[in-house]
């Protein structure tokens, strides 16, 4: 199992990035996806996810109307679309797989979800 993420880079407050992610080894179309991040010297935390069949997505309040997470089965792969980026936003980015996932309450929490990717940087500048 391999989740690849990808995009991520140095980008001036008030840009955009988006990011990707790639799955392989996992039925894609049946698992939940969810973004993570982690900035320096602070818990790794909960940003965005999408069920299974892409009608609901659930996202952090320090997120909403600026990232969108969006999904292409065919291609096994999750993205995130974020704009209006701050330095607060400066993380590393983790994608991440849930199989099990059957209540509202996991769809946000780091124990949810079953597999992790290794992350891409982003960094905004001031």
């Known amino acids: 199992v391999q989740l690849q993420a990808s995009g991520g880079g140095l980008v001036q407050a008030g840009g955009s990035l988006r990011l990707s992610c790639v799955v392989s080894?996992?039925?894609?179309?049946?698992?939940?996806m969810g973004w993570f991040r982690q900035a320096p010297g602070k818990e790794r935390e909960f940003v965005a996810a999408?069920?299974?069949?892409?009608?609901?997505?659930y996202s952090a309040d320090s997120v909403k109307g600026r990232f969108t997470i969006s999904r292409d089965n065919p291609e096994n792969t999750v993205y995130l679309q974020m704009n209006t980026l701050t330095p607060e936003d400066t993380a590393v980015y983790y994608c991440?797989?849930?199989?099990?996932?059957?209540?509202?309450?996991?769809?946000?929490?780091?124990?949810?979800?079953?597999?992790w990717g290794k992350g891409t940087l982003v960094t905004v500048s001031s």
């Open positions: 991440a797989a849930g199989t099990r996932i059957d209540s509202n309450y996991y769809y946000t929490q780091r124990a949810g979800y079953d597999y």
């Open positions: 080894g996992l039925t894609f179309r049946t698992l939940v």
């Open positions: 999408l069920k299974r069949g892409s009608l609901t997505t």
